[in-house]
T-cell receptor
């Protein structure tokens, strides 16, 4: 089955700097890769996703890149703000609507 | 509201007691998931319901855990003879297929979770 790894487990950045979180997956059949953000005391919420026919996708200050050959994908947050502080989860699934497999999470702290 | 609702938000129980956790998914969502999140940890998959198909129970940690989904809507996660290691936040999510250009994807919408403490 699919296995998703995520690094780093914790990340601290100064406000205004960029943050990068990296994930790898094992199942070459996976072709949908969402990212979720979990704020303290809340459930995770989808922030951006990418399909395997696309190498990069951007939405304002966040962007995701995918290298299907190497089976890794990354989340990039630019001009970080304190409200970006949260736990971020990467995930992978097949578009046949199988269950989504989550990575272990990255706790991001943005220091004002 | 239109989101996923979980109840209770907090549950404190004594070791050995049974507990039931409830999830009300978003109306019309065909898929429903249960996850367990221990303090500072990731999302541990427990069980997955998709429409009328047999549920995927591959993540249930022991036979003390069970779940059902009645009428394709509300789901209940039951933990029998609770142990202290069962203490965690139990998250429920529902999803529906989003299609376009021959592709489909599952966007999961999560509830706020039930924090279970077993004393």
């Amino acid at each position: 089955g699919e296995n998703v790894e995520q690094h780093p487990s914790t990340l601290s950045v100064q406000e205004g700097d960029s943050a990068v979180i990296k994930c790898t997956y094992s199942d070459s059949a996976s072709n949908y890769f969402p990212w979720y953000k979990q704020e303290l005391g809340k459930g995770p919420q989808l922030i951006i996703d990418i399909r395997s026919n696309v190498g990069e996708k951007k939405d304002q200050r966040i962007a995701v890149t995918l290298n299907k050959t190497a089976k890794h994908f990354s989340l990039h947050i630019t001009e970080t703000q304190p409200e970006d502080s949260a736990v971020y989860f990467c995930a992978a699934s097949e578009t046949s609507y199988d269950k989504v497999i989550f990575g272990p999470g990255t706790s991001l702290s943005v220091i004002p | 509201g239109a989101g996923v609702s979980q109840s209770p938000s907090n549950k404190v129980t004594e070791k050995g007691k049974d507990v039931e956790l409830r999830c009300d998914p978003i109306s019309g969502h065909t898929a429903l998931y249960w996850y367990r999140q221990s303090l500072g940890q990731g999302l541990e998959f427990l069980i997955y319901f998709q429409g009328n198909s047999a549920p995927d129970k591959s993540g249930l940690p022991s036979d003390r855990f069970s779940a059902e989904r009645t009428g394709g809507s509300v789901s209940t996660l039951t933990i029998q003879r609770t142990q202290q290691e069962d203490s965690a936040v139990y998250l429920c999510a529902s999803s529906t297929r989003v299609s376009g250009s021959g592709w489909g994807k599952n966007i999961q919408y999560f509830g706020a979770g039930t924090r279970l403490s077993v004393l």
